[in-house]
């Protein structure tokens, strides 16, 4: 492969990706490619098979027919050991913020560190620091998750999640339970450690107003395929009635299932 197809090479592809849980398809033959430095956001209804896409491009679930391709890596049927050496250039931020409990959020942060570089206690604890500060949190190393609020959470979880210097960062409803102010803060901050970090990220929400300033380009995942795809403003402005039903909210023109 010569300079010019490495850098027409997707950072994420997937291929033909299907899933079933219990006989129940929820991924019919996804096609998606994300290139480097873009931000993709996933939309779809709940239950639509978005953060089981998510969870097949870190490993957590194998595809029952497709391929996936990782930072240009045939991973589709990777063992977790195979995966150990990639998740450390794969960055996630978990829907419920996933923070440890009995850790301190210093130590939240630290765990992330840890992944990719052998750092003294004290340099992991600097570092954790600066990651905090990043997301526009300052001494707040030594509180405990339980003594945070909603927004506070999401952003240690940024911090974890860029801690390790990944090249891909991926979102599972990072806006879900905030209210619309520090949504946007946020969503300002995914696109700012975007920029920063030259990240390539997939962002996976129901929320549209988040979907339309994070998203370089948006998908709409319907019925376990890729239905549209497009920039914000082309989605936006689509003629297609089952975009146009999702995107304004609007149950006719959907099948309604649960």
């Known amino acids: 492969m010569d300079a010019r197809d490495a850098a027409d090479t997707p ?10 849980f219990g ?5 019919a033959g ?11 956001v996933v939309i ?27 930072l240009g ?11 150990s050496g990639l998740r450390g250039r794969i960055g996630m931020v978990f829907q419920g913020a996933a923070l440890f409990d009995s850790l301190t959020v210093g130590e939240n942060v630290a765990m992330g560190i840890r992944v990719r570089q052998r750092l003294a206690p004290a340099e992991e604890m600097a570092l954790a ?27 240690v979880a940024l911090a974890r999640a860029v801690a390790t210097d990944p090249e891909v960062l991926l979102y599972d409803e990072p806006t879900t339970g905030l209210d619309p102010v520090m949504a946007d803060v946020i969503n300002r901050l995914i696109r700012s450690l975007q920029q920063q970090f030259g990240l390539t990220s997939v962002v996976v929400t129901h929320d549209m107003t988040s979907a339309y300033f994070v998203g370089d380009r948006i998908a709409y ?28 909210g609007r149950s006719q023109g959907l099948a309604v299932t649960h």
């Open 30 to 40: 996804v096609d998606l490619d994300v290139a480097s430095g873009e931000s993709v």
């Open 129 to 155: 620091k600066q990651r905090l500060a990043q997301v526009g949190l300052v001494d707040v190393e030594h509180l405990k998750p339980a003594s945070l609020s909603g927004g506070m959470k999401k952003r």
């Open 44 to 70: 779809g209804r709940s239950g639509g098979g978005k953060s089981v896409l998510l969870k097949h491009l870190v490993g957590l679930v194998k595809p029952d027919k497709g391929t996936v391709h990782v």
């Open 221 to 248: 995942l319907h019925q376990g395929r890729v239905h549209a795809t497009g920039t914000p403003e082309e989605i936006r402005r689509s003629e297609d009635p089952i975009v146009r039903a999702f995107v304004e």
């Open 73 to 83: 890596q045939d991973v589709t049927a990777w063992t977790r050991p195979q995966w």
């Open 11 to 20: 950072v994420l592809s997937v291929r033909g990706l299907e899933k079933s």
């Open 23 to 27: 006989g129940r398809p929820v991924l």
